[in-house]
């Protein structure tokens, strides 16, 4: 799945990057690597932007951002 | 080892320096750490360090510390506008040091992040002091990884350790130091504690002849080590006073709009300074 559509609250490991170019650079620089770990904390009202805990820092990503990435769900 | 220190810009005569300034927690008293703040106006120096680091770890709080300004301290983004520059000296050296706009990366594209990459990519400071919170490290850690890919001219000053102390994080300098290849410096910089040894390291790092080289990616694909090497070697060719061309190299093939355009129009030139060591007045 990618990580637009991991539910608020909770927790998931990346596993590719979709996208390229600046934008792939920028993901990268906010910390959004294959293995990284990501926590889907706040929607604003309308789903979008969504904040997310990622290695220790809140991270503010638009819808399109957060569909570039690919996740694999936390096990619960 | 009883250096006398001129101190313009201190209303004070300096006691003689007690070892190393031994007052490792308690606030930085110039007197004791062979420090005078200078201000504005650093006068005659003989180096140049630029302070970088994410946005709000601090640098602008070691940056008053350390020149005795009032640079702007806060708790929002965006409060370093364009860099901020000062004097101090050490040992009775004279060091000019720049405060520079929070950055995450070298790497991607914004006006703040582009100050930042241009003074210390062809700025060429001597010691380039990396600002970072040590109560999130793995956060910081990846600007103090490109900031080695380009000079081993580094001290990392870990800072907030305080904040970090509160939080129940300790953080082992000593494996970090040695992972990195360059000095880590606790500090907790709005007490003071740990500047004196801050400074101890910008002093060994500036003065070095041997510092550690840059850290080198490798990249397990030949075809794109060969693909950086030809390119480097036609960037020096076309600005050859230019450090870090394989740096250059490797942006171009990535397709960074601002060092492709700096790279077309020229101006990539321009931003070559003179090599470091250089002693200049200041204008
Ligand atoms: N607890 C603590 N706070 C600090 C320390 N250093 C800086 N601060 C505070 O952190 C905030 C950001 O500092 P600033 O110097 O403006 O960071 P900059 O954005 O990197 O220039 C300010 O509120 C400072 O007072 C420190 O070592 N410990
Ligand atoms: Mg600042």
């Known amino acids: 799945m990618t990580l637009d559509e991991l539910p608020r609250g909770d927790r998931a490991v990346v596993t590719a990057l979709d996208i390229r170019g600046g934008a792939r650079r920028r993901l990268m620089d906010l910390g959004l690597l294959p293995g990284s770990a990501v926590h889907a904390e706040m929607t604003s009202p309308l789903g979008d932007p969504t904040a997310y805990e990622i290695r220790g820092a809140l991270v503010v990503l638009r819808r399109e951002q957060a569909r570039a990435v690919h996740v694999e769900p936390e096990g619960r | ?283």
């Open chain 2, 1 to 283: 080892m009883a250096t006398p220190l001129p101190t313009p810009g201190v209303g004070r005569t300096p006691e003689p320096p007690d070892a190393g300034g031994a007052c490792a927690s308690c606030a930085l008293a110039p007197e004791a750490t062979r420090l005078a703040r200078l201000g504005l106006d650093p006068g005659r120096y003989s180096h140049v360090v630029a302070l970088a680091g994410n946005p709000n770890t601090g640098k602008s709080t070691v940056f008053n510390a350390l020149t005795g300004l009032r640079q702007h301290v806060g708790n929002w983004a965006g409060k370093t506008v364009a860099r901020a520059e000062g004097g101090f000296s050490y040992g009775g050296v004279g060091y000019r040091i720049v405060d520079l706009p929070g950055t995450y990366s070298l790497l991607s594209a914004s006006a703040d992040e582009d100050v930042a990459r241009d003074v210390l990519l062809f700025g060429r400071p001597d010691v380039t002091v990396v600002v970072v919170d040590a109560t999130r490290l793995e956060r910081n850690l990846p600007l103090v990884l490109q900031v080695r890919q380009i000079t081993g001219r580094v001290v990392v000053a870990l800072n907030l350790v305080d904040e970090a102390r509160r939080h129940g994080i300790t953080v082992d300098v000593r494996h970090l130091a040695r992972e990195l290849g360059v000095p880590v410096v606790a500090t907790a910089a709005r007490r003071g504690e740990g500047l004196p040894d801050l400074l101890a390291a910008i002093e060994q790092v500036a003065t070095t002849d041997d510092p550690p080289p840059p850290l080198r990616l490798v990249h397990r694909d030949p075809e794109l080590e060969r693909a950086v090497a030809t390119l480097a070697d036609q960037v020096a060719a076309r600005f050859p006073t230019l450090p870090n061309t394989r740096w250059v190299a490797l942006r171009l093939l990535e397709g960074d709009p601002g060092i492709e355009a700096a790279v077309r129009d020229g101006s990539l030139g321009d931003l070559a300074a003179p090599p470091p060591g250089t002693v200049e007045a200041a204008g």
